[in-house]
Nanobody
Framework: RVQVVESGGGLVQAGGSVRLSCTAS????????MGWFRQAPGKEREGVSC????????YYADSVKGRFTISRDNAKNTLYLQMNSLEPEDTAMYYC?????????????????WGQGTQVTVSS
């Protein structure tokens, strides 16, 4: 059974930093493109950042470029999202997804597996 579990969310002040982690089991993590998504109350879910299965390609939404960094450690079956210079607009539930086998760094399209999410709240 595939499990995707996010951790690391919490309450942080504007300008602060948070690192999210996502551990996936029950699948060959290193063969999957992975991504971080977020959904704020009353808004649609959006792709924040995605990374190819090789780790060589990444994608960032314009709103987080220069502030967020996605990375993966295949030996630990773990995906990370380092979030710096956080803004109140970054407040959302953040979800990790295993997207596609041998996929590129595209946040669009379907994802194979989703986690339950971790809440990030940025206070002003």
């Amino acid at each position: 059974r595939v499990q995707v579990v996010e951790s690391g969310g919490g309450l942080v002040q504007a300008g602060g930093s948070v690192r999210l982690s996502c551990t996936a089991s029950g699948l060959t993590f290193g063969n999957y493109a992975m991504g971080w998504f977020r959904q704020a109350p009353g808004k649609e879910r959006e792709g924040v950042s995605c990374i190819s299965w090789t780790g060589r390609s990444t994608y960032y939404a314009d709103s987080v470029k220069g502030r967020f960094t996605i990375s993966r450690d295949n030996a630990k079956n773990t995906l990370y999202l380092q979030m710096n210079s956080l803004e109140p607009e970054d407040t959302a539930m953040y979800y990790c997804a295993a997207k596609t086998l041998y996929g590129n760094a595209y946040c669009q399209g379907d994802s194979a597996y989703w986690g339950q999410g971790t809440q990030v709240t940025v206070s002003s």
